[in-house]
């Protein structure tokens, strides 16, 4: 398996424009996750989707941000109109139920590395 | 959610055996620990799991006292690319309802 896949793995905007970050979830994987990392922040949960429903969407900062999940193998981070503060590494990560050495290990994908000027 | 406490930063050397340990006081009965690591420009990596006692792996071992308020990560004989940041997760499972918060981590420094 080829792992999470994300897209793209780096973007560099201007302040105001649409930026779309995509993910591929491993194949069977029943959840999806979008963290976004930064110095400041660390890791925070923005949004997951089970079996491609949102469950939880308490962590979306606001509503510049919005996630789609229109299939089992896809998903999308959108921001819009983006601003510098939303700097950051988006990282999507994806889980099965239960695996063999416990249950919702999540895998993560290499992440995307948003700069907005 | 119960809330960790992990120290900042730990340095080590090659070959030696390192332990983290993370407090966490308020736990559920319900709610597992995980370990996660994160190398620099890459995602964070499942380690390990456990509920309760000793869990180990082919990359580290897990224990858990009795009262299950702390964990101990231990890593064998530790090498230059273990340096990574360490983090303790404690929670529920999603299925369960529950949701896995990422603390600050402890930034492991491994020197030759």
């Known amino acids: ?117 | 959610l119960a809330k960790t406490t992990q120290p900042i930063s730990m340095d080590s050397y090659e070959g030696q055996e390192v332990n983290i340990t993370c407090s966490h006081n308020n736990i559920a009965t319900n709610d597992y620990i995980t370990w996660y690591q994160q190398f620099p420009s890459q995602g964070p990596r499942f380690i390990i799991q456990g509920y309760k006692t000793k869990v180990t792996n082919e990359v580290a071992s897990l224990f858990i006292p009795a009262d299950r308020k702390s964990s101990t990560l231990s890593l064998p004989r530790v090498s230059l690319s273990d340096t990574a940041v360490y983090y303790c997760l404690v929670g529920v499972f999603y299925n369960q309802g529950g949701k896995l918060i990422f603390g600050q981590g402890t930034e492991l420094s491994v020197k030759p």
């Open chain 1, 1 to 117: 398996d080829a792992g999470v896949i994300q897209s793209p793995r780096h973007e560099v905007t201007e302040m105001g424009q649409e930026v779309t970050l995509r993910c591929k979830p491993i194949s069977g994987h029943d959840y999806l996750f979008w963290y976004r990392q930064t110095m400041m922040r660390g890791l925070e949960l923005l949004i997951y989707f089970n079996n491609n429903v949102p469950i939880d969407d308490s962590g979306m900062p606001e509503d510049r941000f919005s996630a789609k999940m229109p299939n089992a193998s896809f998903s999308t981070l959108k921001i819009q109109p983006s601003e510098p503060r939303d700097s950051a590494v988006y990282f999507c990560a994806s889980s099965p139920v239960s695996t063999e050495s416990g249950a919702n290990v999540l895998t993560f994908g290499a992440g995307s590395r948003l700069t907005v000027l």
